[in-house]
């Protein structure tokens, strides 16, 4: 993995909140939002909020809002309605909330994606923005995808002290177009 970690600068755990979005999913068979919250916290993170919520464009929108206008959340992780079939919505919400996206995330992970399980990675509408200085990343709903997710890609980009450059470090410059006017 390119980059590397520089120890001279300290940690700073970020405040995460997690979403599970499943019709048939339920806190004791939620296997992807618990190895997400594993990782998190086994980070050094912050899980302030984890919620699960039916396939619905507005229902994961309105969570998506309540936790962006929470100044207690700085990152939300959502996992699963990101394929293809007429349930998947997440991207969609996704799309009502966001002010900035971040496609490169999308790209990177199905490339990564790619490596594991070839073209079916086509499947996956992974993505992520920024709305109102709140990171939000939507990984599909499987354990291996959300694995995947958070061990290649947030696990370095989440954390300030990975260099060249992270995701964490410009959460203080993610509002600055609206102190501008």
């Known amino acids: 993995m390119p980059g590397r970690i520089d120890e001279t600068i300290p940690f700073r755990p970020l405040k995460i909140a997690l979403l599970t ?63 293809v079939t007429g349930r998947d919505v997440t991207p969609e919400a996704l799309e009502r909330v966001v002010e900035k996206r971040i496609p490169g995330f999308g790209e990177l992970f199905r490339m990564l994606s790619y490596a594991k399980i070839g073209t079916s990675c086509l499947q996956s509408r992974a993505d992520a923005g920024v709305a109102k200085g709140t990171y939000i990343f939507c990984l599909p709903g499987s354990p291996g995808a959300c694995r995947d997710g958070w061990d ?22 993610l509002r600055e177009h609206e102190r501008a006017g």
């Not at 290649?152 to 410059?173: T, V």
């Open 21 to 83: 979005v499943s019709d048939s999913r339920d806190a004791a068979t939620d296997r992807s939002g618990d190895l997400l919250a594993e990782r998190i916290r086994a980070a050094g993170h912050e899980l302030v909020d984890r919620a699960i919520v039916k396939d619905d464009v507005e229902l994961i929108a309105a969570r998506f809002r309540a936790w962006v206008e929470d100044p207690g959340v700085e990152v939300i992780i959502s996992t699963g309605g990101t394929g």
């Open 152 to 173: 290649e890609i947030l696990a370095f980009q989440l954390d300030i002290r990975h260099r060249p450059c992270n995701f964490a470090e410009l959460i203080p410059r």
